[in-house]
């Protein structure tokens, strides 16, 4: 970015907040948002019947003419060269098509790293597969193509690799003395500093000072990352399990030199994504193989193979101090910490963020670091940075509730803040404290024991914690999308969104059935492709605002052509778009109910069968102009063995604030699913990164332990339903929020329970022993 560009866009952010909202793209309330006939409805999933009879297809079950299996041969160094690679026993043996290494593979330029374009999607900016250098452990060295899965799988084994080793760095501990301060933390300064908090800290009546620690963490999605691609006449078709599938054709044609136009990626149905579908080398190596091997191919990763190449959350090590005056208000909060990265990528775990926006105090400090290592770059995953990030700030707020003998509740109460702590710029909506104080109510919050370990029911000793859940509000620019209606009231929307089980595509046709008035079986979303008007990245819970905001766009150029179609002898005629409204299948204007027609009698009239219109949807402006955040309140009651140290939460209930809900039934199964993934990252996941070698050491999901059933409690949602003004049908993404706070909430019901107070994630037995 040049000194001009630089210096434009930050006049623009200090303009944007005194900016009316009727001027701002995207600020005005949506008249949508009180809507009661779609939204609100516990909807079942549009694709649910499609995934219970087995018709839904998958990326590793696209059938192509002639196709090959591949098979995927990993390095055992972290870092060093390739001195010999024997391939000759795997290209004899039985069905092998084709053993493709660094030596035969394509020439392909390195992806560009995302952010760093508007529709880049590189995990990493590393060569793939084009030399002999090896930059981790479990970097891919070989690909065997064969008739079968079988067949190649077997000719892998018979590959022999020699490598000569180079230092490497793969001890947190070592990276951390030479840690960095990265250019920013996604776009955010990388330090906040508000006064001497450091000298608040050491004023304070009451102080808490301590030290937490994350570990790593693997994507593990139900649904493995697969591609299955094929070359046509120099164009690429990919199917593949994308949440970003035009950054994906972009990258790709990039990497391969030709048009974004000659890829196409199809990506209907995703199981799982987390952060962890993105361009990986998986897609980049089956495309390669495929362009060599003249022959359609299919790649699906081993499970193993997911932990080798993709990457998940990383290692973080954070300081949080709290200063509180003898109100209980905060004089000091410092969250300060690190990081472990590569040189290669840039996802610093942005940790620090719910420190910025959440509570109100007179200093603050905030800096975060990474440090540089040989590992699989590691990447988004649910809520990355926030997820571990009120782990620390939360259990660091109930050790300085405890230090002042203040209910945790209330300590929250009294550090509410008027504005963003940070920017100062107002809440576009914020109902946390509503949240907190129904969700306690419900929980029974009243009934627990301040004193550690003082309810004991046989051996199990029982605990309540609360922690604050927060995840900021996203809307990706860039969204574009395409509405048919039809002389028979039908109405799609075309958008290469995308499907990952959350129910975008059922609460999409929700909001195209209310914008345009018309029953919900006579709409429908269509995502999924690359050949759609180009969707956003699904990712930072933004899709349900991004889509949103793109389908507010559409209408209304969908509207300035019905008017425009509708001819003189309309009761439309002469009326503009902002004098009309479109309802019970038709256009209106405005204050005569009784003054419009059916979109079929426009259509009838001008002698068309269907009418479209495209359009993009505005910037996200409105994020600049006001903070804007989701929050919840966890609350987490667990039960402790005294003789085992075995923990077992027995409760669970998430008090959310997120706008408006617009459909319970999948917004109920996106909150508890997060608040799973939050026992997950409190009780049982840990990847085990062997320090001297570089390799993860239990790459599977025998050894790398995720929730099961008998993990998890009945689980309870609530939320305030309170629409936000500023966002596209009053409503903010919830997918990632779940997730924020668990780990606080459990650990501090620990403590509650036993009085040991863990700081180091997961909370096994062998830390209450």
Not at 82 to 106: F, H, K, Q, S, Y
Not at 299 to 321: I, K
Not at 555 to 584: F, Y
Request: charged share 20%; aromatic share 6%.
């Amino acid at each position: 970015m040049s000194i001009v560009q630089e210096v434009v866009q930050k006049a623009m952010l200090n303009v944007i907040p005194h900016v009316p909202d009727r001027w701002l793209p995207g600020a005005s309330p949506d008249p949508l948002r009180h809507e009661q006939v779609q939204f609100g409805r516990a909807v079942s999933r549009v694709d649910g019947p499609l995934k219970v009879q087995g018709k839904a297809r998958f990326a590793a079950e696209v059938e192509m003419d002639g196709m090959l299996y591949a098979a995927v041969e990993f390095s055992t160094i972290a870092a060093g060269r390739i001195a010999a690679l024997d391939t000759a026993a795997a290209e004899a043996a039985p069905g092998v098509a084709l053993v493709m290494t660094w030596r035969n593979a394509p020439r392909m330029s390195p992806p560009a790293i995302m952010m760093t374009k508007p529709k880049a999607a590189g995990a990493n900016d590393l060569p793939v597969m084009q030399d002999e250098v090896i930059r981790w452990n479990g970097q891919p060295v070989a690909v065997v193509l064969a008739e079968t899965q079988e067949q190649a799988d077997h000719a892998k084994s018979l590959i022999r690799v020699r490598y000569d080793l180079e230092p490497a760095v793969t001890c947190f501990a070592d990276a951390m003395a030479k840690a960095r301060v990265p250019d920013s933390i996604l776009g955010e300064p990388p330090r906040v500093e508000i006064g001497d908090a450091e000298a608040a800290l050491r004023a304070a009546a009451t102080k808490v000072d301590a030290i937490y620690t994350t570990p790593r963490h693997n994507h593990n999605a139900i649904e493995l990352h697969a591609a299955t691609v094929a070359w046509n006449d120099g164009k690429l078709v990919v199917h593949d399990a994308s949440q970003m599938i035009n950054g994906t054709a972009w990258t790709l044609a990039q990497m391969f030199g030709i048009d974004e136009a000659d890829v196409h990626v199809s990506s209907p149905f995703v199981g799982g994504g987390f952060g962890g579908k993105c361009l990986w080398d998986h897609q980049i190596l089956a495309a390669a193989a495929s362009k060599i091997a003249g022959r359609p191919v299919r790649l699906v990763l081993t499970r193993e193979g997911v932990f080798r190449t993709v990457g998940g959350r990383t290692r973080t090590e954070q300081r949080v101090a709290l200063g509180a005056k003898a109100d209980g208000t905060l004089a000091a909060l410092i969250h300060t910490g690190c990081v472990a990265m590569t040189p290669h990528n840039n996802c610093p775990e942005q940790f620090t963020f719910p420190a910025r926006h959440l509570y109100a105090t007179e200093t603050m400090l905030l800096e975060q670091k990474v440090a540089d290592m040989n590992m699989v770059v590691n990447t988004f995953m649910r809520a990355p940075g926030e997820s571990v990030g009120t782990f620390a700030l939360e259990s660091a707020l109930d050790e300085l509730a405890h230090a002042m003998q203040l209910c945790p509740v209330e300590l929250r109460r009294r550090i509410e803040p008027e504005k963003d702590p940070t920017s100062g710029h107002a809440f576009s909506s914020r109902h946390y404290q509503r949240a907190l104080a129904e969700g306690a109510a419900r929980f029974g919050w009243d009934r627990r024991s301040a004193t550690p370990g003082a309810r004991r029911e046989g051996e199990w000793l029982v605990g309540m914690g609360v922690a604050t859940a927060t995840y900021p509000y996203f809307r990706m620019p860039g969204g574009a999308a395409r509405i048919t209606v039809t002389a028979d009231h039908r109405a799609t929307v075309q958008m290469a969104s995308h499907e990952m089980g959350m129910g975008t595509a059922t609460v999409q046709a929700q909001h195209l059935a209310a914008r345009l008035g018309l029953p919900l079986e006579n709409v429908a979303f269509e995502y999924g492709d690359s050949k759609m008007p180009d969707g956003t990245l699904a990712g930072g819970s933004s899709q349900t605002a991004s889509i949103g905001a793109t389908v507010i766009a559409v209408h209304e150029a969908l509207v300035k052509r019905l008017i425009e179609k509708a001819g003189k002898e309309s009761p439309l005629h002469g009326l503009s778009a902002d004098e009309v409204e479109t309802r019970d299948g038709g256009v209106w204007k405005v204050g005569e109910p009784e003054r419009g027609e059916s979109y079929a009698a426009i259509l009838r009239r001008a002698g068309i069968a269907e009418l479209s219109a495209e359009a993009k949807a505005p910037p996200p402006l409105e994020a600049q102009k006001y903070s804007m955040h989701s929050y919840g309140a966890q609350f987490c009651e667990v039960r402790v063995n005294a003789v085992t140290g075995e923990t077992r939460v027995s409760r669970f209930l998430g008090s959310f604030d997120c706008g408006r809900i617009l459909n319970p039934k999948t917004a109920a199964s996106q909150f508890k699913g997060g608040i799973i993934m939050g026992l997950g990252l409190a009780l049982t996941e840990e990847t085990f990164f062997d320090e001297r070698s570089g390799r993860i050491m239990n790459p599977s999901l025998a050894e790398y332990h995720v929730p099961v059933h008998l993990d998890v409690p009945a689980i309870d949602v609530m939320w305030t339903d309170e629409p936000d003004p500023h966002s596209p049908m009053g409503a903010h993404g919830i997918g990632e929020i779940g997730i924020t706070g668990v780990g606080a909430a459990v650990a501090n019901a620990i403590f509650n329970a036993t009085g040991r107070r863990v700081r180091d994630l997961p909370i096994t037995l062998d830390k209450l022993l």
